[in-house]
């Protein structure tokens, strides 16, 4: 494959490429397994869509992305990403993580999701750009969390909990990142 750089063959076996899409159909049977379980999962047509098409931006993103090089560093650091960016938007749309899920504050998490989109375009995807990018995106999750925990919105010490495992998150993906870039032939 054209375009690939750092450490690897830029060849991936066929279970590396399948693997996100096999997980996010096991993601997806996952609500349809519950509900006939339980009454406490109940989805509707909506529901599956919503999460469907998340799941699909999700995969896509990772799909073109990991196209782009054949460092399992960056293939890595492209898998925490978006795995986090996935998570923060399924648990804000879910359950809310500034208050309930339709608290306006949660609209805030747009910040954050903004940051990435920004600094991963403006950076063209390079490795070492995208741990700018991540370390940006950490940096504006804190923000964010002590923004609504400081303002007294509902369950300050979940919010900052929530605040800090995503900053985590995205400071994990930038070391990937940072470790790909210096992979990188100069």
């Not at 063959?9 to 096991?26: I, M, N, Q």
């Not at 599956?48 to 782009?68: D, K, P, S, V």
């Not at 054949?70 to 492209?78: D, H, K, L, V």
């Amino acid at each position: 494959m054209t375009g690939h750089s750092g450490a690897g063959s830029g060849r991936s076996s066929p279970l590396w490429r399948a693997a996100p899409w096999l997980a996010a159909v096991a993601l997806l049977l996952l609500p349809l397994v519950a509900m006939g379980v339980g009454a406490e999962v109940a989805w509707d047509g909506a529901d599956f869509i919503l999460f469907g098409a998340m799941l699909l931006a999700a995969c896509c993103a990772f799909e073109l992305a990991t196209r782009r090089t054949g460092s399992a560093a960056y293939r890595a650091g492209i898998g925490a990403a978006t795995g986090a960016a996935f998570l923060l938007v399924w648990m804000n749309l879910a359950v809310g993580l500034i208050g309930p899920e339709d608290h306006p504050a949660n609209r805030l998490v747009i910040v954050v999701l903004a940051v990435a989109a920004i600094g991963a375009g403006a950076g063209r995807f390079r490795p070492r750009a995208m741990a700018g990018t991540l370390a940006a995106m950490a940096l504006a999750q804190v923000l964010v969390g002590l923004a609504a925990a400081i303002a007294g919105w509902d369950r300050p010490l979940e919010i900052l909990g929530v605040t800090g495992l995503f900053a985590a998150l995205w400071l994990a993906a930038a070391a990937l990142f940072r470790r790909a870039a210096r992979e990188e032939k100069p």
